[in-house]
């Protein structure tokens, strides 16, 4: 890791470096780039920053007021290995230049700010935050918005796409990709090429495989780090899955629920809190051997889990996996080992350091420095409220009847009951300037904004539900 500027110029001299690709994340999530020759990059771009147009960029600032800084950060320096020239990426935060202060809609800055809060609270020093982002891998998609054309198809090899998808008869049924050794699973190969690459950019893999839903379901694990690090490494992750996919002449998506009757991608999220090097949330003879305080950041995630919905499950997409009823993880209950809770507490190992929840809610197309830090600022609310503690079970809860499934409070069932949450319940996120007002609602505009234009649009469905009627 490199850890000023200075040593980025002697990279740069060293490596052969021709270009320095500048990176930042929208509000949605996505990067944003633009490319400078390497030797156009000076020490001023790093004590004055690089202007861009904020106008330009969702859920940014209108075209009044669109000048924007960036600042480099030098330790987030990596070769991009898809680049045809050596490309050096730096991500940078963004600081408004008219207050010279950090820019209050800047995810990234968010997530620094939320870090910085819990060591301020004194509760803790650290935050682990271990991702597990699943994805699909396809071989071909076409999807149109087109008013008198309007639908989407896609292709997998070891799906039952149609009559010939597979031509040597291996492949995965609905629901049974966990864990078919090939050739049912055919894209052990590029996974291991994806793991590759994310190890040559700085991000330790611990294992991949083949997920539950067919179409080349895939999840690759990535070792925990603390909660701005791992989100810049999730950015990374996506950016590497994507591209790697594309050269080997296939496409992957993160969204939570492209396939019909199978199962969708999430993300579990597990946390845990440390302080002076010794895990917290740790303590024997507890329930899962769990600490009070554990207890505490549990209650605060159930607490806010409705509003905190609208970052954790973004998308108007993200309900579509989290249907009640189904094997969703949508009932705000902890259980020691049950993955049918929102709240699992992995079993795995005995050793405290181990001692983390697994927060069973969030999907990939999270930003990752949003999700992150609400889900943080949520549990530190409960803990200094002193929350819970958390209702629990032992019961598989998708074999519960209706009746007493309907005691346990649950996720919101759309996006448009999120935001209404959010808007209603968000001072626990503005503790410490952590999110700001200006960004909360820049992002519920944003977001509420996409819900019209998928409800405008009638779909495939409708048809067949209506069109004889």
């Given at each position: 890791?490199?850890?000023?500027?200075?040593?980025?110029?002697?990279?740069?001299?060293?490596?052969?470096?021709?270009?320095?690709?500048?990176?930042?994340?929208?509000?949605?999530?996505?990067?944003?780039?633009?490319?400078?020759?390497?030797?156009?990059?000076?020490?001023?771009?790093?004590?004055?920053?690089?202007?861009?147009?904020?106008?330009?960029?969702?859920?940014?600032?209108?075209?009044?007021?669109?000048?924007?800084?960036?600042?480099?950060?030098?330790?987030?320096?990596?070769?991009?290995?898809?680049?045809?020239?050596?490309?050096?990426?730096?991500?940078?935060?963004?600081?408004?230049?008219?207050?010279?202060?950090?820019?209050?809609?800047?995810?990234?800055?968010?997530?620094?700010?939320?870090?910085?809060?819990?060591?301020?609270?004194?509760?803790?020093?650290?935050?682990?935050?271990?991702?597990?982002?699943?994805?699909?891998?396809?071989?071909?998609?076409?999807?149109?918005?087109?008013?008198?054309?309007?639908?989407?198809?896609?292709?997998?090899?070891?799906?039952?796409?149609?009559?010939?998808?597979?031509?040597?008869?291996?492949?995965?049924?609905?629901?049974?990709?966990?864990?078919?050794?090939?050739?049912?699973?055919?894209?052990?190969?590029?996974?291991?090429?994806?793991?590759?690459?994310?190890?040559?950019?700085?991000?330790?893999?611990?294992?991949?495989?083949?997920?539950?839903?067919?179409?080349?379901?895939?999840?690759?694990?990535?070792?925990?780090?603390?909660?701005?690090?791992?989100?810049?490494?999730?950015?990374?992750?996506?950016?590497?899955?994507?591209?790697?996919?594309?050269?080997?002449?296939?496409?992957?998506?993160?969204?939570?629920?492209?396939?019909?009757?199978?199962?969708?991608?999430?993300?579990?999220?597990?946390?845990?809190?440390?302080?002076?090097?010794?895990?917290?949330?740790?303590?024997?003879?507890?329930?899962?051997?769990?600490?009070?305080?554990?207890?505490?950041?549990?209650?605060?995630?159930?607490?806010?889990?409705?509003?905190?919905?609208?970052?954790?499950?973004?998308?108007?997409?993200?309900?579509?996996?989290?249907?009640?009823?189904?094997?969703?993880?949508?009932?705000?209950?902890?259980?020691?080992?049950?993955?049918?809770?929102?709240?699992?507490?992995?079993?795995?190992?005995?050793?405290?350091?181990?001692?983390?929840?697994?927060?069973?809610?969030?999907?990939?197309?999270?930003?990752?420095?949003?999700?992150?830090?609400?889900?943080?600022?949520?549990?530190?609310?409960?803990?200094?409220?002193?929350?819970?503690?958390?209702?629990?079970?032992?019961?598989?809860?998708?074999?519960?009847?209706?009746?007493?499934?309907?005691?346990?409070k649950q996720l919101p069932e759309s996006l448009a009951e999120a935001l209404d949450a959010l808007e209603k319940d968000n001072a626990f996120l503005l503790e410490g300037g952590v999110f700001t007002k200006e960004l909360i609602e820049s992002y519920i505009e944003l977001k509420r904004d996409e819900i019209e234009q998928v409800w405008q649009h009638p779909n495939p469905m409708e048809f067949d539900l209506y069109f004889d009627l």
């Amino acid at each position: 890791m490199l850890k000023n500027q200075k040593e980025v110029f002697k990279f740069i001299k060293d490596q052969g470096v021709e270009f320095v690709d500048v990176r930042f994340i929208d509000p949605p999530g996505r990067w944003q780039h633009f490319t400078m020759p390497a030797d156009g990059l000076d020490a001023d771009a790093f004590e004055e920053g690089l202007g861009f147009d904020g106008s330009s960029i969702q859920g940014f600032e209108g075209i009044q007021s669109s000048d924007l800084l960036l600042f480099l950060d030098p330790t987030t320096a990596f070769i991009d290995p898809f680049m045809a020239n050596k490309t050096l990426v730096l991500v940078a935060d963004i600081t408004d230049p008219r207050t010279g202060q950090d820019y209050g809609k800047d995810p990234r800055r968010v997530a620094k700010r939320a870090e910085a809060y819990m060591k301020d609270s004194g509760i803790a020093d650290t935050a682990y935050l271990g991702p597990e982002a699943e994805f699909f891998i396809f071989d071909s998609v076409s999807f149109n918005t087109d008013p008198y054309s309007f639908g989407f198809s896609f292709k997998a090899e070891d799906a039952h796409t149609d009559g010939d998808a597979s031509s040597d008869g291996y492949y995965i049924k609905n629901k049974g990709g966990y864990f078919p050794a090939p050739p049912s699973d055919k894209y052990q190969d590029l996974r291991s090429q994806m793991v590759n690459n994310l190890e040559a950019v700085g991000i330790p893999v611990e294992k991949h495989h083949h997920e539950v839903a067919t179409a080349g379901q895939a999840e690759i694990d990535v070792r925990f780090d603390s909660l701005l690090s791992m989100a810049d490494k999730l950015v990374k992750y996506k950016y590497v899955v994507r591209n790697t996919a594309v050269m080997a002449g296939k496409t992957a998506t993160f969204m939570a629920k492209p396939i019909y009757g199978d199962n969708g991608s999430g993300m579990h999220v597990h946390i845990s809190l440390w302080k002076g090097g010794k895990p917290l949330f740790y303590e024997k003879g507890g329930y899962a051997d769990l600490s009070e305080m554990a207890g505490h950041f549990v209650a605060g995630l159930f607490a806010h889990a409705p509003a905190m919905a609208a970052f954790t499950n973004p998308t108007f997409n993200s309900y579509r996996r989290l249907v009640r009823g189904f094997e969703a993880p949508v009932n705000l209950i902890m259980s020691a080992s049950n993955r049918s809770a929102i709240v699992r507490v992995p079993g795995y190992s005995l050793s405290p350091k181990a001692k983390n929840v697994e927060y069973r809610g969030p999907d990939p197309t999270a930003n990752p420095y949003l999700c992150f830090s609400a889900l943080l600022m949520a549990g530190l609310d409960g803990i200094k409220k002193e929350m819970g503690p958390p209702p629990t079970t032992d019961k598989n809860l998708f074999d519960l009847p209706a009746r007493q499934l309907r005691r346990i409070k649950q996720l919101p069932e759309s996006l448009a009951e999120a935001l209404d949450a959010l808007e209603k319940d968000n001072a626990f996120l503005l503790e410490g300037g952590v999110f700001t007002k200006e960004l909360i609602e820049s992002y519920i505009e944003l977001k509420r904004d996409e819900i019209e234009q998928v409800w405008q649009h009638p779909n495939p469905m409708e048809f067949d539900l209506y069109f004889d009627l």
